[in-house]
Every structure is written in structure tokens, then in C-alpha cells.
T-cell receptor
Framework: GAGVSQSPSNKVTEKGKDVELRCDPISGHTALYWYRQSLGQGLEFLIYFQGNSAPDKSGLPSDRFSAERTGGSVSTLTIQRTQQEDSAVYLC?????????????FGQGTRLTVV | GQNIDQPTEMTATEGAIVQINCTYQ??????LFWYQQHAGEAPTFLSYNVLDGLEEKGRFSSFLSRSKGYSYLLLKELQMKDSASYLC??????????FGTGTRLTVIP
């Protein structure tokens, strides 16, 4: 596609339920990043995928969070047993690697509300 | 952590010049990005520095000093539409990308 696509754009879920957030990166981009942004805050790093390398999961806040990237393209971020503090905008970005100056392009995010 | 520090908020007058500073951890450094984020929108790319010096792009310029772990974003001829958050981001040797907390800029008439 022309840009990074995330779905759903909005998700309201009950506390304790599991949710899946999807990210379709720009075609050919080998790097994919997930961030979380709470209202009025900066971007909190969650996880980074780069090609066939093992992902950098160092930002995942708890074992309730997991992510996978299938076939080097689409990524899914899963939050199990959601808590109210998980409410935030989840942003996905992708970029080319191996070329200087290649910026990351962001999707419009998924706004998650846990009630 | 990545020790990326930037001021939380700044206010400047329409037509003026404003400089937003960013300091970061120098070890494993592989490039510095600036992004703009309007409220309720996704961040968009503004500039990239990997070598020391000034990169100019229209009304926006970005400076980098690798030895000092320091960058700034310079916005000239401020317009009301420049009111937004400005995010400094550091790329690591593994090409991961870490962001600071952002500087919320308010442009007043």
C-alpha cells in the first residue's frame, strides 16, 4: 500500500479481554516498530522487528504483551487480559534499512480504550 | 534507557525563531531524527542528521554535535500551524529508533 496501515483505528474493550492490533507496513520495508503513546506523552518503545533477525522485545511492559511479524510483512500486537492502564494510542512505523537517512513512516495508530 | 532529553513545553511568537534542544546518549549512536506531531495525528518526518553540522530544509534546520550528544531543531518565520509537538529520536547501531518525550510548541499571535 501507499502508507502504513493500522487496524482497527479505534478499539474499546472490557478489562480482562484480549485484543489484537494489526499493522500493515509499507511494502518492502524491512524494519517495523511498535510504540505506545499515552495522552500528552511521548512515544514509548515496545518492540522492533528487523528482517529475519530476532526482534528487540526490550520495551514490552509485561508478559501480557506480545507481537509477531509473519512473512516479514504484517505484524500483530496482542495484549492479553487488558488493564485500564493499557489505554493509549498504539503506533506502528516501518522503514527501509541499509540506506542512510531513511526515515520511519507511521500509521495513524489504534486508539485503545479499556473500560 | 536512551537518556533522550528535551524541554517539555515552549512558547514562541508568530514570525519569530525558536530553537528546540535535544540531548541523548552517545554510545551506539547511528543518527538523529526530528519528527513533528500535531494533536491527534501520527508523527511526520522533519529532518535527519548523522554527521556533525547543520542541515537546512526551508524554514526548518537541524544541527548535530556527535561528540556532545546534542542536537537542535530551528524553526524560522514561525506560523500558527507550527504549533505541535516536536519529537527527537535517536537511532541505534541496530537501527532501532527511540524517541524523547517531545516538546510541545505553542505559537502565539
Amino acid at each position: 500500500g501507499a502508507g502504513v496501515s493500522q487496524s482497527p483505528s479505534n478499539k474499546v474493550t472490557e478489562k480482562g479481554k484480549d485484543v489484537e492490533l494489526r499493522c500493515d507496513p509499507i511494502s518492502g520495508h524491512t524494519a517495523l516498530y511498535w510504540y505506545r503513546q499515552s495522552l500528552g506523552q511521548g512515544l514509548e518503545f515496545l518492540i522492533y522487528f528487523q528482517g529475519n533477525s530476532a526482534p528487540d522485545k526490550s520495551g514490552l511492559p509485561s508478559d501480557r504483551f506480545s507481537a509477531e511479524r509473519t512473512g516479514g510483512s504484517v505484524s500483530t500486537l496482542t495484549i492479553q487480559r487488558t488493564q485500564q492502564e493499557d489505554s493509549a494510542v498504539y503506533l506502528c512505523a516501518s522503514s527501509l534499512i541499509g540506506q542512510d537517512g531513511t526515515e520511519a513512516f507511521f500509521g495513524q495508530g489504534t486508539r485503545l480504550t479499556v473500560v | 534507557g536512551q537518556n533522550i532529553d528535551q524541554p517539555t513545553e515552549m512558547t514562541a511568537t508568530e514570525g519569530a525563531i525558536v530553537q528546540i534542544n535535544c540531548t541523548y546518549q552517545t554510545s551506539g549512536f547511528n543518527g538523529l531524527f526530528w519528527y513533528q506531531q500535531h494533536a491527534g495525528e501520527a508523527p511526520t518526518f522533519l529532518s535527519y542528521n548523522v554527521l556533525d553540522g547543520l542541515e537546512e530544509k526551508g524554514r526548518f534546520s537541524s544541527f548535530l554535535s556527535r561528540s556532545k550528544g546534542y542536537s537542535y531543531l530551528l524553526l524560522k518565520e514561525l506560523q500558527m500551524k507550527d504549533s505541535a509537538s516536536y519529537l527527537c529520536a535517536r537511532r541505534t547501531g541496530a537501527n532501532n529508533l527511540f524517541f524523547g518525550t517531545g516538546t510541545r510548541l505553542t505559537v502565539i499571535p
